[in-house]
């Protein structure tokens, strides 16, 4: 009996595909049978997770190195992408980075510049590319928000800002490429299971009390997983066919019911938070 795939031949393009939720979601575009090209600035990261995910099938997944911030290299990922497959049918705009937790008094403004560039800019320069050939094929655009765009978060100012600018975006761009059914949506993680956020709980004074905070914060008592959010991409990519401006929330029910909000409590931020010695 032959298996439906629910993307198969379809034409995808991610960026930040070579770990975390770009991985995540690279893996189960290339299970339901899509052409996936991905990038990211780290080669041999990029080439490992190449060779991984042709390997999973049934699909195929070709890696491209590019900065996300750079014009040129942009240009390239995209022309590429078409010079071998002839169309592109979604771009997941993921590769962003999340810089320590720090009030506004411990940044510079050029730390800020670089985290735009790479959190905003970078999702400008691939639609800006990408939507001559997307329109073509009434094609979608996905974008990897955060439920701090929405909630916000303490001693992440610099980070919700750049991730408000990427929700205002995907709704403003809804509406500008309604007239090429070009469909324009995103999704917001809460805690997900990834190697960076990983990194930060190692990182912590207590990694053990720090990894219980971040799995009680959703309701589900658990991080998401990188492959939950690619089913929410592939459910927007696929059969969300009605729905443009949007944004799904993946967060266990993170942003629900009552919790300590008194900032002026010694508890607001836990002690293992705090950078280990």
């Not at 390997?55 to 942009?74: C, M, Q, R, W």
């Not at 992408?81 to 705009?93: A, F, L, P, R």
């Not at 709704?171 to 309604?178: G, H, Q, T």
């Amino acid at each position: 009996m032959e298996v439906h795939l629910r993307y198969k031949d379809k034409v995808t393009v991610i960026t930040g595909g070579s770990s975390g939720i770009g991985k995540g979601c690279a893996t189960v575009f290339v299970q339901q049978g899509s052409k996936v090209v991905f990038c990211s600035c780290n080669e041999k990261e990029g080439r490992e997770a190449e060779k991984e995910l042709n390997d999973i099938g049934p699909g195929e997944a070709v890696f491209i190195f590019a900065d996300v911030t750079k014009e040129d290299d942009i240009k390239n990922l995209i022309n590429k992408t078409v010079e071998k497959y002839g169309k592109i049918d979604c771009v997941i705009n993921n590769a962003g980075q999340h810089p320590e937790y720090r009030t506004i008094d411990d940044y510079t403004a050029e730390e800020f510049r670089k985290l735009f560039e790479v959190n905003v800019l970078g999702y400008f320069l691939v639609s800006k590319y990408a939507l001559p050939h997307l329109r073509k094929t009434e094609g979608n655009i996905i974008n990897n928000s955060s439920m701090t765009a929405h909630t916000a978060a303490g001693w992440s100012s610099m980070y919700c800002a750049t991730k408000g600018a990427v929700s205002a975006m995907t709704r403003a761009l809804a509406i500008d490429e309604a007239k090429f059914n070009v469909r324009v949506n995103s999704f917001s993680g809460g805690n997900i299971d990834t190697p960076l956020s990983n990194q930060f709980i190692n990182s912590t004074a207590n990694p053990d009390e720090t990894g219980r905070i971040f799995s009680n914060i959703s309701l589900l008592g658990r991080r998401g997983t990188a492959e939950e959010c690619g089913m929410t991409c592939l459910y927007l990519a696929s059969d969300a066919t009605f729905s443009t401006g949007i944004d799904i929330h993946v967060s266990g029910g993170a942003e629900l019911n009552y919790a300590c909000k008194n900032v002026k409590t010694k508890g607001f931020w836990p002690n293992s938070f705090l950078k280990k010695t």
